[in-house]
């Protein structure tokens, strides 16, 4: 059973044609003791069908320790979304209602290599002393 409509399919499909590069979506998950990880790996397959450019990789997170640390993830369902480079865009749970969104737009900017930030503040963050991680918590209403 699909988790996109039909009349979604095709609006994501649309949307995805605006990709330049591929895109690699990198899913962390575990069998056991995860409710959202089978329902996340579905999402990400269904997105994956709708465009050649992009990619899922399954990884097992306690099996695959290392490659998992190599990406920062140390908790499933996650996600990296990677490119010609890793910008550090990670997803950690289900990427479902809004969140689907968010990982469309992840996926769609990554595959142009340009974040869309205008000039002003690509200065204000060149001219940060360190490296700024963000984080953004997401709950169900």
């Known amino acids: 059973m699909a988790i996109l409509s039909t009349a979604d399919t095709a609006r994501v499909r649309e949307m995805l044609g605006a990709m330049v590069d591929p895109v690699r979506l990198v899913f962390f998950t575990q069998t056991l003791n995860c409710e959202t990880c089978e329902p996340t790996g ?22 695959e320790r290392d490659e998992a640390a190599k990406l920062g993830i140390d908790r499933v369902p996650a996600i990296a979304v990677l490119g010609a480079q890793d910008y550090g865009i990670r997803f950690l749970g289900i990427p479902s209602g809004y969140e689907f969104m968010s990982l469309l737009d992840a996926v769609l900017t990554v595959s142009k290599a340009d974040s869309g930030l205008g000039e002003a503040s690509r200065a204000l963050l060149a001219g940060l002393p360190s490296p700024l991680e963000l984080q953004v918590f997401v709950t169900p209403t």
């Open 42 to 63: 579905r999402i990400l397959k269904e997105l994956a069908e709708l465009s050649d450019l992009i990619t899922v990789e399954e990884h097992n997170l306690l099996l």
